[in-house]
């Protein structure tokens, strides 16, 4: 069984075709529209009508569990997703460091999310 065309949708990120299916914890995971029989680690089924069940294959217990006989193999989307790859390194944290190419005056170091709190007069 395969997620049919009012299931999927594109991503917003790279347009890929994804559909999303709730898993045993109550959330939504994104899966590739595509089976992927082989490498896939996470298994899926219709349960009813737009309505998708996921479990991980990579837990403990995974092979204990009896599977669905509607189960197929999907891949998790942010695995594959061309379009948001995480960044390799950390971002610099507000007012932890300055940049010395700053010219001065331009910003204080840490103040840019920060609303200067005023009190209202009366
Ligand atoms: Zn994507």
Redesign the pocket.
């Known amino acids: 069984m395969e997620p049919n065309r009012r299931e999927v949708r594109a991503?917003d990120?790279?347009q890929?075709l994804i559909f999303f299916a709730l898993t045993e914890n109550g959330s939504w995971q994104a899966l590739d529209a595509k089976p992927d029989p082989q490498r896939g680690t996470i298994a899926a089924y219709r349960q009813g009508v737009r309505r998708w069940l996921c479990r991980s294959l990579l837990a403990d217990d995974a092979d204990q569990r009896p599977a669905h006989p509607l189960e197929r193999r999907f891949t998790p989307?942010a695995q594959t997703?061309?379009?948001?790859k995480p960044s390799a390194t950390q971002p610099t944290i507000p007012g932890f460091a300055v940049e010395p190419s700053a010219p001065p005056g331009s910003s204080q170091p840490g103040s840019g999310n920060v609303i200067p709190f005023r009190r209202r007069r009366g």
Request: aromatic share 0%; hydrophobic share 20%; with cysteine.
């Open positions: 991503c990120a790279c890929k989307h997703c061309a379009g948001r």
